[in-house]
């Protein structure tokens, strides 16, 4: 995921209109009220690991495949790096890193919790989307649980502290100052899997202060597979991670943004993922941050 750094908020005048959808393979530049800072790209490695082990879903427990993912600055867009693949095959993703920065290992993935199966009570959350400005809590706008699913952990899903958000990337980077460049407030995360037990989907939301700087933030982020056009659902990009065997688990992985909020959607199957998953998950995903 290449994510440019940019300067600080501007403190008067209205508040850019979002860029338009980002090209799958393009990384286009900032809003023009952004201003930009002359230094030179900066990537991130970033670990995206799942643990399923969930009977039904693998037969053989998936070796790591690689993913990368970087940061620049909105005048020197960064670029995709070749990943470095730290183990035999796929699913779960482990870190690769840039020239500048040392490879991160594989963290070893931890057996997953058993979902919720008790009846989900219903949520007391509350939110509101105008304008594009998401209001109340992030958590209110997580993708919705199916009724063919369980959710781990808390139905509502959970709140992402800045410890949690620095573990998915390498120590030599400092998350929390690149995320308070782009004018982060939140984040929010829930995990669910089907009850047939072969699907298993994560949701992770970022909000921003502005609406512009979270197109940036999404415009920006790639990883280091080839992207495509998500069918049905406008400014956002996928990308596909097969397994080298059927038997081990095949990944999708979506970016989009709506308002001030960039969404993540993580799709885990047996064998290889069918494109038909993640937009559908991103289709439902938009509507609820779109409509609330």
Do not use: C
């Amino acid at each position: 995921m290449s994510v440019p750094e940019p300067s600080p908020d501007p403190t008067a005048g209205p508040e850019p209109a979002p860029a338009s959808d980002a090209a799958p393979d393009a990384a286009p530049g900032p809003a023009a009220a952004v201003e930009p800072v002359p230094d030179a790209p900066r990537r991130l490695p970033r670990a995206v690991g799942v643990a399923l082990s969930v009977a039904g879903l693998l037969a053989v427990t998936a070796a790591s495949a690689a993913v990368t993912v970087a940061v620049g600055r909105p005048d020197h867009p960064g670029h995709a790096v070749a990943a470095a693949p730290s183990g035999a095959a796929t699913g779960a993703a482990s870190p690769s890193a840039s020239p500048s920065l040392s490879p991160t290992p594989a963290r070893t993935p931890s057996p997953a919790p058993s979902p919720t199966v008790a009846p989900r009570p219903a949520s007391t959350l509350k939110g509101s989307v105008s304008g594009g400005k998401h209001s109340g809590d992030l958590r209110y706008f997580l993708l919705p649980v199916p009724d063919d699913a369980d959710p781990y952990g808390s139905p509502d899903g959970a709140m992402m502290s800045m410890d949690d958000i620095q573990a998915g990337y390498g120590k030599d980077v400092d998350v929390a100052e690149i995320l308070d460049s782009w004018d982060f407030k939140d984040a929010a995360t829930r995990t669910y899997r089907t009850r047939d037990g072969k699907t298993e989907v994560r949701v992770d939301l970022k909000r921003f202060k502005r609406t512009d700087r979270a197109q940036g933030f999404a415009d920006h982020s790639s990883y280091d597979r080839e992207a495509f056009d998500v069918d049905g659902v406008p400014n956002a990009k996928g990308y596909l991670f097969k397994p080298e065997q059927q038997a081990y688990t095949g990944e999708l992985i979506g970016i989009g943004v709506v308002g001030d909020v960039v969404y993540e959607v993580t799709v885990d199957v047996q064998g290889d993922p069918d494109k038909a998953l993640l937009a559908d998950a991103m289709k439902r995903a938009r509507d609820r941050l779109a409509n609330g």
